[in-house]
């Protein structure tokens, strides 16, 4: 028969027997910073690893339209008689003038068109003349002459946008180089027409030409 000085001895031992069991498991417990899962799938107290961004590709700049290659150019829809600058621009015109251009850099998608004679030895073919809009024809339909080079000038500068397998469209604000039948290459607004002409340009070595003093 248990009396009430034995029941209150053995409550004792088994609430100190509990305190040690409840002490040892705290000590044991992990850190809640060390351990505890974040909303993000991530754990608290360790930084989530930064995704690498892929890297952009480096688009190369053309050669041909950098300056420093000349470069000898024919309509592609034509019977591939290379552009002449003589008086005008022509093609296939044979008259002894410039077929060796530079597509100059200038800014702002700008060039200037340098033309050189042949590399024969004459000095004259050395100093550079440039295409130029002719300024005494009449809209719409525009010429391109021999001048002397000035980038300033803005009747110099001229647009040329690639279009692919190795091909450009020429043209000066916004009009565009096309062949019209019995006027030869001529600068014309487009309009809603297509684009009809474009040229290629095929490489024909550096342009370290050295001008006449």
């Given at each position: 028969?248990f009396?009430?000085?034995?029941i209150?001895g053995?409550a004792?031992?088994?609430?100190?027997?509990?305190?040690?069991?409840?002490?040892?498991?705290?000590?044991?417990?992990?850190s809640?910073?060390?351990?505890?899962?974040t909303?993000?799938g991530?754990?608290?107290?360790t930084?989530?690893p930064?995704a690498?961004p892929?890297?952009?590709?480096?688009?190369?700049a053309?050669?041909?339209?950098?300056?420093?290659?000349e470069?000898?150019?024919?309509?592609?829809?034509?019977?591939?008689?290379?552009l002449?600058?003589?008086g005008?621009?022509?093609?296939g015109?044979?008259?002894?003038?410039?077929?060796?251009?530079?597509p100059t850099?200038?800014?702002?998608?700008?060039y200037?068109?340098?033309?050189?004679?042949a590399?024969?030895?004459h000095?004259?073919?050395?100093?550079?003349?440039?295409?130029?809009?002719?300024?005494?024809?009449?809209?719409?339909?525009?010429?391109i002459?021999?001048?002397?080079?000035?980038?300033?000038?803005?009747?110099?500068?001229f647009?040329?946008?690639a279009?692919?397998?190795?091909?450009?469209?020429i043209?000066s604000?916004?009009?565009?180089?096309q062949?019209?039948?019995?006027?030869g290459?001529i600068?014309?607004?487009l309009?809603?027409?297509?684009?009809?002409?474009?040229?290629?340009?095929v490489?024909?070595?550096?342009?370290n030409?050295?001008p006449v003093?």
């Amino acid at each position: 028969m248990f009396t009430m000085k034995g029941i209150a001895g053995a409550a004792i031992l088994a609430c100190t027997g509990a305190l040690v069991a409840c002490g040892s498991a705290a000590d044991k417990a992990p850190s809640a910073t060390a351990g505890t899962p974040t909303p993000s799938g991530t754990v608290a107290g360790t930084a989530a690893p930064t995704a690498t961004p892929p890297s952009t590709p480096v688009v190369a700049a053309d050669p041909l339209l950098s300056g420093k290659r000349e470069v000898t150019i024919t309509r592609v829809q034509g019977s591939g008689s290379e552009l002449e600058l003589s008086g005008r621009l022509e093609e296939g015109g044979n008259t002894g003038g410039r077929v060796l251009f530079v597509p100059t850099p200038i800014g702002a998608d700008r060039y200037v068109i340098k033309a050189y004679g042949a590399k024969d030895g004459h000095p004259a073919n050395d100093d550079a003349s440039c295409w130029q809009v002719n300024g005494l024809d009449i809209e719409p339909e525009l010429t391109i002459e021999a001048a002397v080079c000035d980038e300033d000038n803005p009747i110099q500068r001229f647009t040329i946008i690639a279009k692919g397998d190795g091909t450009y469209a020429i043209g000066s604000e916004t009009r565009h180089l096309q062949h019209a039948d019995g006027n030869g290459l001529i600068l014309k607004e487009l309009g809603n027409a297509p684009l009809r002409s474009t040229f290629r340009f095929v490489d024909k070595g550096p342009a370290n030409r050295e001008p006449v003093n």
